[in-house]
């Protein structure tokens, strides 16, 4: 069968190359050629026409088709992009002052089943491919005709439950025969798969941990993250100190405040008792609107529980909230066709 060709590393490539033609060269034409979203080998002008019938017997170059954009009132761009096999993701592209930033899927839907995230309804369809994840940054930029410069995987799906294939893509969205994104403009984001996060730590790459925390105790958490049932909040801060000493790199938590379940005084002392002296940032997210009924803090409780943070001396910042009225937000991505078309829903 033929595979895509995009799931290959640049190295793998030239070997392809260098077995094929003894022209080890071709793997930087064509590997560009593909960052740039060309979707048949007839568009690469500088190889031969039979070399171009050669590559598409052996390979096919992934595509995906954008089923809706919508842009919200602060210029951010949702798209729901329908794959090869009829399956659906959603990518969000974000304005900043820095440059422009995408939230990548990695999976069709997730297992992981936290209460407060719409990406978890139905549960998980299937990994996405690494050349899959990367066409989410190449045809975004391709269609707004912009330069991305940084990459969150926080989208559809648990990034290290689909390890391999969301190595493999880092790798590639970093490659300088590429799309050339460094690494420390990336962020991963898990819900605390410890032993994929022991993994991460030998893989030498700078990039940036955000583990979805949500909660300052295993009571809480058990209750809105069943992940937490596996892996218990001693084990997963286990596993963040062993990251931490391994790279040296700072760590970011996410707090997502939901009113009367996690947001009290006392939850914000106990998360400072937890995460004191850690290299860390906590990023405190207001609940997006996703799931049944569970309603945001209030401005007052969540500035209160951002001081009593910085008193205890961690660093704590209130997220920015980019794209809630058309349901781009953290925890509104959902592969939505799938909504629709199961519950009845209005996406």
Not at 108 to 129: H, I, P, Q, W, Y
Not at 259 to 282: I, S, T, W, Y
Not at 313 to 320: F, K, P, Q
């Amino acid at each position: 069968m033929k595979q895509n060709i995009k799931n290959l590393l640049y190295t793998e490539l030239e070997e392809y190359f260098v077995q094929k033609y003894r022209q080890k060269f071709r793997a930087k034409q064509v590997f560009k050629w593909l960052s740039l979203g060309v979707t048949s080998f007839a568009q690469m002008t500088d190889i031969s026409k039979k070399m171009a019938e050669e590559l598409s017997e052996d390979f096919f170059i992934s595509d995906l088709k954008i089923l809706r954009k919508e842009t919200s009132k602060d210029k951010t761009v949702k798209f729901l992009y329908e794959l090869s096999d009829g399956n659906t993701i959603e990518s969000v592209l974000m304005q900043y002052k820095h440059g422009m930033s995408i939230c990548i899927s990695t999976q069709v839907g997730c297992n992981m089943g936290c209460t407060f995230c719409a990406s978890t309804v139905g549960g998980k369809v299937r990994d996405l491919e690494a050349g899959e994840i990367l066409d989410q940054v190449i045809f975004t930029a391709k269609a707004e005709g912009v330069r991305i410069s940084n990459i969150v995987l926080m989208g559809i799906g648990e990034p290290l439950d689909n390890y391999d294939n969301v190595i493999r893509f880092l790798k590639n969205v970093n490659d300088e025969h590429g799309v050339n994104i460094g690494y420390r403009h990336i962020s991963l984001s898990t819900c605390g798969l410890v032993d994929g996060i022991d993994r991460l730590a030998q893989e030498n790459m700078p990039l940036t941990l955000s583990i979805s925390l949500h909660a300052p105790n295993d009571g809480i958490r058990n209750k809105t993250m069943p992940v937490s049932k596996k892996y218990p909040y001693h084990e997963l801060l286990g596993a963040v100190k062993r990251y931490l000493a391994k790279t040296g790199r700072r760590v970011s938590f996410e707090y997502t405040l939901i009113k009367d379940v996690n947001d009290r005084p006392e939850h914000a002392r106990e998360l400072c008792q937890h995460l004191k002296g850690m290299l860390c940032h906590v990023n405190l997210i207001p609940v997006n609107p996703a799931r049944g009924t569970m309603a945001p803090s209030e401005l007052k409780r969540i500035r209160q529980f951002q001081e009593m943070l910085l008193s205890g001396g961690l660093n704590a910042t209130v997220r920015r909230t980019l794209g809630t009225d058309i349901n781009a937000a953290c925890g509104q991505l959902r592969r939505a066709e799938f909504q629709k078309s199961k519950e009845g829903e209005t996406v």
